[in-house]
């Protein structure tokens, strides 16, 4: 049969031509999702998004596809399209979230495609309801999601081409037309399914799909049905793996947080299905993040979650006669898409949360495409009245979760209003209220962080981040000993090195507000030894380390913070101008040079420059800067002062003292325009 005639062999694809119900699943998309265009950057997109700018060259490009590292997870693909959107918007949110609904559109219609593909009852409603879930929100309106829609768009068009090398009725034959079309058709799926990997490896278990699929199709499995699928599983379990040691060792998803027996594992599998389960059915309340749940083996009531799962399974198969083989499919498909991060792989946001609603984005398809075959099911076995009622029972519920799926989009407007609105549903995650903690330290209500992060350590009381939170809030109030105390608690907590190198660099601040300059030092030294690439420890040791009166070690902390990162304008003008007390002048002139271009603005970073240049004996090239400088500020005595010193060494005798005493008109008790104004008298009494 051709395809046209499948599919209008589906059942209920007559009455409504195909064009009108694609413009509907769109339409629907746009009114739900249309508030998006209007948000802002939450969360990740500082990463994802903006941080694209420093890739946006050729170098760049090559560096996401062949440099581990360079961009936080290695989907090379998803980062190539912000690559691109980058050089024509900018940084223009509107164009990623424009991307964003237009790609969820094209996954709803390539759903209800392949479901029509599949002969599947209720296809149009499955797609339907998969446009308009709440759970979706977080993918589509969340620009850093790309990788969701990316990778499902070309999972389902992957599976389609296969579709035409090897349909699921075994008896039909190929699709193709011919021997060489088929290849192609194998081919080009394989490539799609490349391409879907490159966007998010849970794509991985796409094969695994296509053979639930044929065994519901067919009742069996053969080997003529598995070995297509070898090169398939051959691509993606690599790839996985590289997505896994990324997660781990680039990410840092390392550390006590993760550090779950195999049974543990197992009871977070179990409970996270039915959670996601349970969102699908009752989507309120929703949530950026949701409560760690405390993973205890030794609590009896929380291998029910498991269990009664397996038991589910068992059911489905022993009643796989008398059900069909359906339900049993759905929900190994289900299973199988969520199985990437149900936590028997470790990934960085376990450490707030073990579920989140955009990790089923590609498993809820299994749920909806049951949840609409069963009701278009019962549908055809009303009629009359019954059967407009099921059709309108049907269409309210598309309603009322276009409504909540489109009131959810407003939480995204911005970071503050999702964290906000978080915490409001959420007030038992301690994600959610140690990022509210850390809005209102923004905003300094620091009594009120306090509080936050208090309620944050009593829901996860091992994340003792969360003391150094308090200790920064502590000494903003002024309440020293209590933060110092916070700090303590911290470091002897269990923090990676960059957690650890933070607390110590706001310990040594501390120290240095109570003029404890070598306690200051100390934590300022054991914070630089845990991340040599911290460059604002390795200016603070600089400092104090000059404060101290040790100028070699501090020349050799700021040279490790220019190092660290060339673009901190202080960091070079401290760098320079210790160079020139200490009587390098030529070496001086390097890093004052880049502070001055870093920082025009900062006219001090001219003076040292002019300065050095002075003492280097560049007199014209220190004319030219001080100039410069009294072009922005004609008022600065430094400059006039630092000026007529360079007419001196000149010899300019005359054009010297009228420096001098421009300085003095401006500061009339500048000590270094006085004296050497007298000192010039002196030389020529008649003035």
Known sequence: MALADQYRAAPGHEAVPGWARALALVALVVAVYWPILENGYVSDDEIYIRGIRDLASLAGLRDIWFRIGTIPQYYPLVHTAFWF????????????????????????????????????????????????????????????????????????????????????DPTAGSVADSIPSARRSYLVSLALYLAALLSKTVTVTTPAALLVLRWWRSGRLQWRDVRPLIPFFALGLPIAGLTVWVERVHVGATGAAWSLSPVERALIAGRAVWFYIGKLLWPHPLGFTYPRWHVDSQAAWQYGFPLALAGLLVTLWAMRRQLGRGPLAAMLLFVGMLFPALGFFDVYPFLYSFVADHYQYHASMALFALAAAGAAMLGTRWQGSARWLARVAAIGVVIALAGLAHRETHAYRDDVTLIRHNAAQQPDSWTARYRLGLVLQNERKNLEAIAEFQQALRLYPQYARLHTSIGINQVALGHFEEAAAEFEIALAGDLDDEERATTQLQLGNLRVAQNRFEDAVAAFRAGAALTPDAAEIHYNLGIMLRQTGDH???????????????????????????????????????????????????????????????????????????????????????AHNLLGVVFENRGDREAAIAAFEQALRFDPLHPGASANLQRMRDVDPER
Not at 581 to 608: I, K, N
């Open 552 to 638: 070699a070690g501090a020349i050799a902390a700021l040279r490790d913070a220019v190092a660290s990162d060339a673009k901190i304008a202080k960091s070079q003008y401290a760098l320079g101008k210790l160079l020139s007390e200490s009587g390098d002048f030529a070496g001086a002139l390097e890093p004052l040079r880049v502070a001055v271009q870093l920082a025009p603005e900062q006219l001090v970073y001219r003076h040292g420059l002019a300065a050095s240049l002075m003492m280097a004996g560049d007199l014209g090239s220190a004319e030219q800067q001080l100039r410069r400088l009294l072009a922005l500020d004609p008022r600065n005595a430094d």
């Open 85 to 168: 959107e980058y050089r024509l918007w900018g940084l223009d949110p509107l164009g990623f979230h424009a991307m964003n609904l237009a790609m969820h559109a094209v996954v709803v219609l390539m759903f209800w495609r392949f479901l029509a593909r599949l002969r599947m009852p209720g296809a149009w409603l499955a797609a339907a309801l998969f446009a308009v879930h709440p759970v979706h929100v977080e993918t589509v309106a969340w620009a850093s999601e790309r990788k969701n829609l990316f990778s499902a768009a070309f999972a389902l068009a992957s599976m389609l081409a296969y579709q035409r090398f090897a349909p699921l």
